[in-house]
């Protein structure tokens, strides 16, 4: 038996969150870990998934796979199944992931937790932990099947980075037609060097800025800090900033080691969106801003006063 990882790319590169998804396989001590890439890698990319814990990487680099068509991976996962005769799947949430995984539970089987946020306890079968209520609460989940898929929040576990080599090997599965009876047209591409998803550390910004023309202070501390930006919903509702900045519960959901809201009051929509973050900054001129209650660390100050300098003292000390 083996446990398998499916690996997700950006432009031929590998997804942190999938990094941590291998990590996560390889500190579940069930060896061996297979981890699944589909599409266009270079074979030295996929190699550096052997420093993560991968013990061997499977490669299906038709094009036919390049979209990241859900059917098709769906059913290309399921193959890869039974090829490594693996009793685990183990991904990293994402839209992709989070709709093929469904539907693979299905074809292969298998019971399924998702937003799972801790190594398994195999002390009595096994149990997972995993997120509900958009963060504010966990379940304890029994996975009875002899198949178990999981998919991960980011931070589940730490990313390991010391591990040996690992071989790719070319996989070829079958691939049906009726599998593609649904084709990307297009694909708009949301700008920035780090995407929200993937991010480590996040800088978002609120009305408290009162203009676009004042983002500037969000981007220099972001910069500093080798961040991504984000922004509450009425900042992009007023088209301050583009919505695939927005962070909430209609937004993008994120999960960094560090969250800093500048100037954002804290509603529950924005709320939801980050409270799996390890460490949450809240800047605010109002001392009683809702967002100071959820924060690990608050400054009460004026967001033109306060976030100049540290960028100033961040910049200083590298």
């Given amino acids: 038996m083996s446990i398998l990882v499916f690996v997700e790319g950006d432009q031929g590169l590998i997804k942190n969150s999938s990094r941590e998804a291998v990590s996560y396989a390889a500190a579940m001590?069930?060896?061996?870990?297979?981890?699944?890439?589909?599409?266009?890698?270079?074979?030295?990319?996929?190699?550096?998934?052997?420093?993560?814990?991968?013990?061997?990487?499977?490669?299906?680099?038709?094009?036919?796979?390049?979209?990241?068509?859900?059917?098709?991976?769906?059913?290309?996962?399921?193959?890869?199944?039974?090829?490594?005769?693996?009793d685990t799947l183990v991904l990293a949430e994402s839209a992709l992931g989070d709709a093929v995984a469904a539907r693979v539970s299905v074809l292969s089987n298998a019971s399924m937790a998702s937003n799972v946020v801790e190594l398994p306890d195999l002390s009595d079968g096994f149990k997972v932990r995993r997120s509900i209520y958009t963060g504010k609460a966990?379940?304890?989940?029994?996975?009875?099947?002899?198949?178990?898929?999981?998919?991960?929040?980011?931070?589940?576990?730490?990313?390991?980075?010391?591990?040996?080599?690992?071989?790719?090997?070319?996989?070829?599965?079958?691939?049906?037609e009726e599998d593609f009876k649904t084709t990307i047209t297009s694909t708009d591409r949301t700008t920035g060097e780090i995407?929200?998803?993937?991010?480590?550390?996040?800088?978002?910004?609120?009305?408290?800025?009162?203009?676009?023309?004042?983002?500037?202070?969000?981007?220099?501390?972001?910069?500093?800090?080798?961040?991504?930006?984000?922004?509450?919903?009425?900042?992009?509702?007023m088209e301050w900033r583009p919505h695939h900045e927005h962070v909430g519960q209609t937004g993008i959901k994120v999960s960094p080691s560090l969250y800093i809201?500048?100037?954002?009051?804290?509603?529950?929509?924005?709320?939801?969106?980050?409270?799996?973050?390890?460490?949450?900054?809240?800047?605010?001129?109002?001392?009683e801003a809702p967002f100071f209650k959820a924060a690990d660390y608050g400054i009460v100050g004026d967001a033109f006063e306060v976030v100049p300098k540290l960028t100033a003292a961040i910049n200083s000390s590298k």
């Fill in 138 to 176: 966990f379940a304890q989940v029994k996975l009875n099947g002899e198949r178990k898929i999981l998919t991960l929040k980011k931070n589940a576990v730490t990313l390991k980075t010391d591990g040996g080599s690992a071989q790719v090997e070319q996989f070829s599965p079958e691939l049906k």
């Fill in 261 to 287: 809201a500048i100037g954002i009051s804290g509603a529950i929509q924005h709320l939801a969106g980050v409270n799996s973050s390890k460490i949450i900054v809240v800047i605010n001129k109002d001392p």
């Fill in 29 to 86: 001590s069930q060896p061996p870990v297979v981890a699944l890439a589909l599409g266009s890698f270079e074979a030295a990319e996929l190699e550096t998934l052997g420093t993560n814990g991968a013990d061997k990487i499977l490669h299906a680099s038709s094009d036919q796979l390049a979209q990241g068509t859900i059917l098709a991976y769906a059913s290309v996962w399921a193959q890869a199944i039974e090829h490594c005769n693996a």
């Fill in 195 to 237: 995407l929200l998803p993937e991010a480590d550390i996040v800088v978002s910004g609120g009305r408290g800025l009162k203009g676009p023309e004042n983002w500037h202070l969000i981007e220099d501390l972001a910069s500093a800090l080798g961040a991504a930006t984000g922004c509450s919903k009425p900042v992009s509702d």
